[in-house]
């Protein structure tokens, strides 16, 4: 087992990534998810242009081979909020892990699969602050040489949901008091979804009608219904 152009990452640290090792039978599905499995290591220690691939002339003979192109180690000189009218930066930074290059304390590192899972959490922060419309994106921006990156998390809030009423339905052993006293919600306020759930009594689901923006604009969203 060779991995010829790897320099950046010890080869014990390569080796320990693959199903087999030498002597056993020849597995090509197994030689391929281990292309794949150091792709991903590169990938995640910040060389985003990495390219792993099989020499498949030397596979003929039994012998497997990887070739590594490493390309350049890409850090995150910056992280930015676009579009994000409710939340300070310094909130919403919170709510993500891509973080910049910190010497000794951060490897700043860029990876897609980060990425993606933050822009799921911001999404998911928004929606339960009452902007159930947000959408949220990503723009990368390389220096010319592509050793670092600004990364801008682009966001649409959309409207903000308020609740115009509360209703209950299906109350067969209390009355619409005795389970509106038990909840933590009003007309007027923001939708909140943590705070949704929180205030409901055990066994009851919710039924919330709620009212987004102004005049022409307003809209109205039923979220969930009585248990």
Do not use: C
């Given at each position: 087992?060779?991995?010829?152009?790897?320099?950046?990452?010890?080869?014990?640290?390569?080796?320990?990534?693959?199903?087999?090792?030498?002597?056993?039978?020849?597995?090509?599905?197994?030689?391929?998810?281990?292309?794949?499995?150091?792709?991903?290591?590169?990938?995640?220690?910040?060389?985003?242009?990495?390219a792993v691939s099989v020499d498949e002339q030397a596979l003929e003979s039994g012998d497997v081979v990887y070739l590594i192109?490493?390309?350049?180690?890409?850090?995150?000189?910056?992280?930015?909020?676009?579009?994000?009218?409710?939340?300070?930066?310094?909130?919403?930074?919170?709510?993500?892990?891509?973080?910049?290059?910190?010497?000794?304390?951060?490897?700043?590192?860029?990876?897609?699969?980060?990425?993606?899972?933050?822009?799921?959490?911001?999404?998911?922060?928004?929606?339960?602050?009452?902007?159930?419309?947000?959408?949220?994106?990503?723009?990368?921006?390389?220096?010319?040489?592509?050793?670092?990156?600004?990364?801008?998390?682009?966001?649409?809030?959309?409207?903000?949901?308020?609740?115009?009423?509360?209703?209950?339905?299906?109350?067969?052993?209390?009355?619409?008091?005795?389970?509106?006293?038990?909840?933590?919600?009003?007309?007027?306020?923001?939708?909140?979804?943590?705070?949704?759930?929180?205030?409901?009594?055990?066994?009851?689901?919710?039924?919330?009608?709620?009212?987004?923006?102004?005049?022409?604009?307003?809209?109205?969203?039923?979220?969930?219904?009585?248990?």
């Amino acid at each position: 087992i060779r991995f010829l152009g790897a320099k950046e990452i010890k080869e014990k640290n390569l080796v320990s990534l693959l199903q087999f090792k030498v002597d056993d039978p020849l597995d090509q599905y197994k030689v391929q998810t281990g292309s794949d499995a150091i792709a991903e290591k590169y990938q995640g220690e910040g060389y985003s242009d990495a390219a792993v691939s099989v020499d498949e002339q030397a596979l003929e003979s039994g012998d497997v081979v990887y070739l590594i192109t490493e390309g350049p180690r890409v850090r995150i000189k910056k992280v930015q909020f676009e579009g994000n009218h409710s939340f300070s930066r310094t909130i919403l930074a919170g709510q993500v892990q891509t973080k910049t290059y910190l010497w000794l304390l951060r490897k700043g590192a860029y990876s897609e699969k980060q990425i993606q899972d933050d822009i799921v959490s911001l999404r998911t922060f928004y929606r339960r602050h009452g902007f159930l419309d947000a959408q949220v994106g990503r723009r990368l921006d390389y220096s010319p040489d592509r050793r670092s990156l600004t990364v801008t998390f682009v966001i649409e809030e959309g409207l903000h949901y308020t609740i115009a009423n509360v209703k209950v339905e299906g109350n067969a052993h209390f009355t619409v008091d005795q389970i509106l006293n038990t909840m933590k919600l009003a007309p007027g306020n923001v939708l909140n979804l943590d705070r949704l759930e929180a205030g409901l009594a055990p066994g009851v689901s919710h039924l919330v009608v709620l009212r987004a923006g102004l005049g022409k604009k307003q809209r109205q969203a039923l979220v969930g219904r009585l248990a």
